[in-house]
């Protein structure tokens, strides 16, 4: 899972990737909204503020999305159950799923990816949710396990170089997330 704060293009992807059509793959395509984004985002300043008594900092990433590559039998009830566990454990919840199908650089290869938005602000501090690196790695240990369980793990060779994938944020991705 490739977790990464949203841009000002985030929702447009989203949207417009629901909507597009390549070669029929997005009747495929699945989501699940529970609220739109900019509405969480106001949502979170207001907290922010109530919660410490100053505006939230130009650069708070209380927005967060994660990307996640997994085969055709991953259904949206196993992101959901996911999702629950990592509320759970971090206090992250889930936003938005997306679950997106689409061709690899025009290749005949089809990329099951999905896209889950987080609120990565804990409600009780107004702060956003700091995990360090063993958290982030127990959390990417966390989501291998839950996928291979359901039996939705991606087979990947281990080498970028020897897929025809190559670096699928930059694939999936091509304009810019800073």
């Known amino acids: 899972m490739h977790i990464q704060p949203i841009c000002a293009e985030?929702?447009?992807h989203?949207?417009?990737h629901y909507n597009s059509c390549v070669n029929g793959l997005h009747r495929q395509n699945r989501v699940l909204v529970k609220e739109e984004i900019a509405s969480t985002k106001l949502k979170l300043s207001l907290l922010a503020k109530q919660k410490t008594?100053?505006?939230m900092q130009k650069h708070a990433a209380p927005v967060r999305e994660a990307t996640l590559v997994y085969n055709s039998n991953l259904r949206m009830k196993h992101i959901s159950s996911l999702c629950d566990l990592l509320k759970n454990r971090f206090g992250?919840?889930?936003v938005q799923i997306h679950l997106h199908k689409h061709h690899c650089?025009?290749?005949l290869i089809i990329i099951n990816h999905a896209h889950i938005i987080f609120n990565w602000m804990d409600k009780e501090t107004g702060k956003s949710i700091k995990l360090h690196?063993?958290?982030m790695a127990e959390l990417q240990e966390m989501v291998r396990n839950e996928i291979e369980k359901m039996d939705c793990m991606?087979?990947?060779s281990g080498n970028k170089k020897e897929t025809p994938l190559g670096r699928l944020v930059k694939t999936l991705f091509p304009f810019s997330y800073s």
């Open 154 to 156: 991606m087979a990947y």
């Open 53 to 55: 008594g100053r505006s």
């Open 133 to 135: 690196k063993w958290d």
């Open 92 to 94: 992250i919840r889930m």
């Open 14 to 16: 989203l949207t417009t």
């Open 105 to 107: 650089d025009n290749t």
């Open 10 to 12: 985030t929702e447009l």
